[in-house]
């Protein structure tokens, strides 16, 4: 496992219990992608997904039609 993909996955370990405490920034990201998908087409990537406690999919789901999740820790999707 190279460094990199070591530091993301501990990152990710030690996120994962974290939704709580991202409710504001999770909201206000959430917020901005909604408004965003007027323009989109009804598709979204995210890059760096890890746990997604800064994304709300439930909310999301409902105004895109594809949501494409893509992280170097598969296990943290």
């Given at each position: 496992?190279n460094?990199?993909?070591?530091?993301?996955f501990?990152f990710?370990?030690?996120s994962?219990?974290?939704?709580?405490?991202?409710?504001?920034?999770r909201?206000?990201?959430?917020?901005?992608?909604?408004?965003?998908?007027?323009s989109?087409?009804?598709?979204?990537?995210?890059?760096g997904?890890?746990?997604?406690?800064?994304l709300?999919?439930?909310k999301?789901?409902?105004?895109?039609?594809?949501?494409?999740?893509?992280?170097?820790d598969?296990?943290?999707?």
């Open positions: 496992m460094e990199l993909f070591e530091e993301e501990q990710n370990q030690a994962r219990s974290n939704w709580e405490h991202g409710a504001a920034h909201n206000l990201i959430t917020g901005y992608l909604t408004e965003l998908a007027q989109s087409r009804g598709r979204l990537c995210v890059l997904a890890g746990n997604c406690n800064d709300d999919l439930q999301l789901s409902q105004v895109y039609s594809e949501i494409h999740l893509v992280d170097l598969e296990s943290a999707l």
